[in-house]
């Protein structure tokens, strides 16, 4: 060999990283992987654990409870698992303290309604992130089409993400979005993902897998990287699912996102949550006023459907 080939030029990357990282980051890591149509509690009870919420009713906040408190749903196969291990347990087979340990995906260990199509609603996050923090922290909605217009057009979404992961914006941001839309991440059908697929395919999102998965989908944003000559630009989400892509962490283009967040080609809706300080409203509400933003529920497809208090009750006795 005469000459050594070439070198892959260097990258000029900007990265931001959202406010708080590190308190969520620990919350984060305690969770396993979510169980079925919990995804929205399971990344409410992360964020309101980082910001100091850790019990309700003076027991351990926990995703179930959150779930209970969101009016999240579940379906007829997994009222059936959860019958299953009820079963062993009145058996003796499982002790009622170890359930939810020893059936990690199958047992709820809060009662949550049966309906035709589970899931957490974007009511459900508000109602639960009031009532698990006492009011002290609340969960803003902003859906992405209001009134058959899209009002989180590509420069009001990005303004906004920047806002929010600079810090200006006061909160943290769960996105709720057509997993469809999405790039598979790594160990899940991304056989062509990796750090240096993304960095030599920037541009070209489409060299990638989709997710096989035609389902709403709520997840956090834990920062936004850009690059030098690139109008695209790159969120690092943090995932309910520890096996997408890094630990739960996983690139997904903004367009990508976006374009989930907007649902233009299914019957459903989506949008975003911004989990905020009660005594910081006032400067979300400002900022979503100057971005031409309004407030508002969407219909992600999940019922709301609420445990009354006495069923709680019950199921505790």
Known sequence: MSSLPPQYPGV???????????????????????????????????LLRAY????????????????????????????????????????????PERAAEWHLHDYFSAPLETV?????????????????????VTAVPV????????????????ELLEEVVSGTI?????LNYNLQQTLAPA?????????ISLLTQWNDSEYFRRMDWDVGHFTSVAGRIARQGSDERYLLIRDSYKSFGWNGYHFQPESAIRAGLVRADDDRDGGLLIVTPTAALG???????????????????????????????????
């Open 283 to 317: 400067d979300v509400e400002s900022a979503l006023g100057t971005l031409g933003l309004k407030q508002d529920l969407w219909d992600n497809g999940s019922e709301y459907v609420p445990v009354h208090r006495d069923t709680e009750e019950e199921e505790k006795a």
């Open 12 to 46: 000029d990357l900007s990265v931001a990283i959202a406010p708080g990282f590190p308190s969520i980051q620990e919350a984060y890591r305690q969770l396993r992987d979510q169980k079925d149509m919990v995804c929205g509690a399971y990344v409410l009870t992360y």
């Open 143 to 158: 859906p992405s089409v209001i009134d058959g217009d899209v009002q989180l057009t590509r420069e009001t979404f990005r």
């Open 187 to 195: 160990s899940l059908l991304g056989h062509k993902y990796s750090l």
């Open 116 to 136: 035709a199509e589970g899931g957490t609603s974007p009511q459900g996050i508000v109602h639960a992130c009031d009532e698990a923090s006492d009011g002290l």
């Open 52 to 95: 100091g919420i850790r019990e309700y009713d003076d027991e351990r906040l926990t995703v179930d409870r959150v779930a209970a408190l969101a009016g999240t749903g579940i379906e007829d196969h997994n009222r059936e698992r959860q019958r299953v291990v009820e079963q062993r347990i009145e058996a003796g087979e499982v002790p």
């Open 170 to 174: 006061p909160g943290q941001l769960i």
